[in-house]
């Protein structure tokens, strides 16, 4: 077992945690009783890394009695494109592909302004995942306060993906369940984090970032 002393960040943010999940009093990821989100925040190299922490912390918390639901992104964002119609993505990309011969920025412009609508927004990729969190949390509501929503692969939607306004528009919508955004970036400052470590830091967020 690895001691505090030789933990990586990324498993002494997965440490701190499960300590605030499991606290006696309740779950402690947030000083707001009803803003139950947090950010764990990981480099992108170490995906792979994340997916292991997330499964030793599920097995860890399912001991304690908790149950786990993870939302991954990436197939958030395949079902709104294959809802598109059969033949939406092929016409998309073979668009781009003739705009960025013209211009590298123009085919990255075209397919943003296509993707952009499908995530973004209070009816974007927002609105399927504050969906799957209360659906699950009708089904099971005397386990509230033992459930956490974990949402991963937020690296698949890069570079049209802003998660500070994912956790905006899913608050309120969730049940008060608590909700970790997996976010792969680097931290800049106390709360800004740039995503994937490329674009500008965004520095609007609220939640509590790990570690």
């Not at 003739?98 to 609105?127: H, N, Q, V």
């Amino acid at each position: 077992m690895t001691t505090p002393a030789h933990r990586t960040p990324l498993q002494e943010a997965f440490a701190a945690l499960r300590r605030d999940l499991i606290h006696e009093d309740g779950p402690r990821i947030s000083t707001m009783r009803n803003y139950r989100f947090a950010i764990v925040h990981y480099e992108p190299r170490d995906e792979f890394k994340l997916r292991s922490e997330v499964q030793r912390l599920t097995t860890d918390l399912s001991a304690y009695g908790w149950r786990v639901r993870s939302i991954c992104l990436q197939k958030l964002l395949l079902d709104r494109i294959r809802a598109q119609g059969e033949d939406w993505a092929s016409r998309v990309a073979e668009m781009e592909q003739r705009m960025a011969l013209i211009e590298p920025d123009r085919g990255l412009g075209y397919i943003k302004s296509k993707l952009t609508p499908l995530i973004e927004g209070p009816d974007g990729i927002a609105a399927a995942c504050s969906k799957i969190i209360s659906d699950d949390a009708d089904a099971h509501p005397d386990q509230i306060e033992r459930t956490v929503t974990l949402i991963g692969r937020a690296g698949a939607l890069y570079p049209f993906f802003r998660s500070s306004a994912l956790l905006r528009h899913i608050d309120g919508k969730t049940r008060n369940v608590p909700v970790i955004l997996l976010y792969p970036g680097e931290r800049r400052g106390a709360t800004g984090l740039s995503f994937m470590g490329i674009l500008e830091p965004d520095n609007d967020y609220r939640p509590r970032i790990y570690p």
